[in-house]
């Protein structure tokens, strides 16, 4: 395998290992798993991880597409779409780099949302959770069409800085899911073309 591998978890059936430097499921994770639509679709993760929910809409019959920027995220999905039998495309990238001009019905993202702190920028972590201008590139990247798309799925905070969330201004929005934790709220918005009312 070549990486080494912190940790193994189990999630509605799947086995998932963890690699060294990638972001370890946790409740923002499970939150956009468990609301993944239903019905069968092209659908699009960026910023897969460890492939838990890219993996998650495979096995409810999506054909998915996964993307990261961290090239160990990138081979930790690989390895266990491969031990779980689940077959999904795996790219390596910045955001839409590696799917620009495809078509998706659905785009999931679990983004980087959180404001900096102390870890220091280079480190996976801090990429996986501490970098809200990721938002407003992702954000951008829909109204400009780096892919066509129907929907999109995006996980945010209480603490995510609004800064970062002023595209949101240009499409239709609406939370369809939240989870309350000790300092903050996730929140699910649902994303579609046109703007709010």
Known sequence: ?????????RYKGLKIAVFE???EPAEDTYLLAENIPREPTRLLEIGTGTGIVA???ARLGHDVTATDVNPAA???ARWNARINR?????REGDLFEPVRGETYDVVLFNPPYLPPSELPEDDPIHAATED???IRRFLRGLIDGEVEWKKAYLVVSTLTPDEHLRPLRHLHHRTVATRRLFFEELKLL?????KNP
């Open 1 to 9: 395998m070549g990486t080494a591998v912190r940790n193994v978890i």
């Open 21 to 23: 430097n990638v972001y």
């Open 55 to 57: 993996l998650t809409a």
């Open 74 to 76: 990138t081979a930790c």
């Open 86 to 90: 689940t077959p999904i495309d795996v």
């Open 132 to 134: 809200p201008t990721v």
């Open 190 to 194: 649902e994303i579609t073309r046109g």
